[in-house]
């Protein structure tokens, strides 16, 4: 059965970091597109990174500069590392497999399996 459970949200203020992670079951994240995604309250789940199984990497313009996605192989993590913060970043990020397409492109009907999701909270 393939799980994914992201940890290490929270409450920070605007310009502050929070790192993010997500451990797999059941596969090997070497194998698979994997990404981040969020979504804030009353809108849509949008992509924010995403790393594909031959180290390649795409970032949504809005985080480009400011989050890292990262991988351990070994491990089976998954980790998203947010620098300098703001506001709009407030949302439920959700780690998640591209088990139905490229992934890059930062689709959410290429993910298939999604973790439960981890709350971040930025005050302004």
């Known amino acids: 059965q393939v799980q994914l459970v992201e940890s290490g949200g929270g409450s920070v203020q605007a310009g502050g970091s929070l790192r993010l992670s997500c451990a797999a079951s059941?596969?090997?994240?070497?194998?698979?597109?994997m990404g981040w995604f969020r979504q804030a309250p009353g809108k849509e789940r949008e992509g924010v990174a995403a790393?594909?199984?031959?180290?390649?990497?795409s970032y949504a313009d809005s985080v480009k500069g400011r989050f890292t996605i990262s991988k351990d192989n070994a491990k089976n993590t998954l980790n998203l590392q947010m620098n300098r913060l703001k506001p709009e970043d407030t949302a439920m990020y959700f780690c998640?497999?591209?088990?139905?397409?490229?992934?890059?492109?930062?689709?959410?009907?290429?993910?298939?399996?999604w973790g439960q999701g981890a709350k971040v909270t930025v005050a302004s």
């Open positions: 790393i594909d199984s031959d180290g390649s990497i």
């Open positions: 059941g596969y090997t994240y070497s194998s698979y597109c």
């Open positions: 998640a497999a591209a088990s139905y397409g490229y992934g890059l492109d930062l689709k959410v009907d290429d993910f298939g399996d």
